[in-house]
């Protein structure tokens, strides 16, 4: 079993940043890979990043060149930054891991709210 604890996420303006962390139990952190996921009030949850294990990243199309994400295996961390913050990405934050399916485990989730 793997728990995930999700921290970083907060209140925001448009055009600010943000950089949610995920600190993960376990000893091997290194293999799993890892995800975040988001779900907006009235909508459905959507997948804003994955990282391998080997450090392959893919995006969202809708936050492609605005978030990163990345890991530090030594502090059993996941990482999202995410910069020119929108309205539109107000959402609870969801980070996730699995060793075959990257939303095997859950944490419980952030509040990022964007606005002015």
């Known amino acids: 079993q793997v728990q995930l604890v999700e921290s970083g996420g907060g209140l925001v303006q448009p055009g600010g940043s943000l950089r949610l962390s995920c600190a993960a139990s376990g000893s091997i952190f290194g293999a799993y890979a890892m995800g975040w996921y988001r779900q907006a009030p009235g909508k459905q949850r959507e997948l804003v990043a994955t990282?391998?294990?080997?450090?392959?990243?893919n995006y969202a199309d809708s936050v492609k060149g605005r978030f990163t994400i990345s890991r530090d295996n030594a502090k059993n961390t996941v990482y999202l930054q995410m910069n020119s913050l929108k309205p539109v990405d107000t959402a609870v934050y969801y980070c996730?891991?699995?060793?075959?399916?990257?939303?095997?485990?859950w944490g419980q989730g952030t509040q990022v709210t964007v606005s002015s």
């Open positions: 996730t891991c699995g060793l075959v399916r990257v939303d095997d485990y």
């Open positions: 990282i391998a294990s080997g450090g392959r990243t």
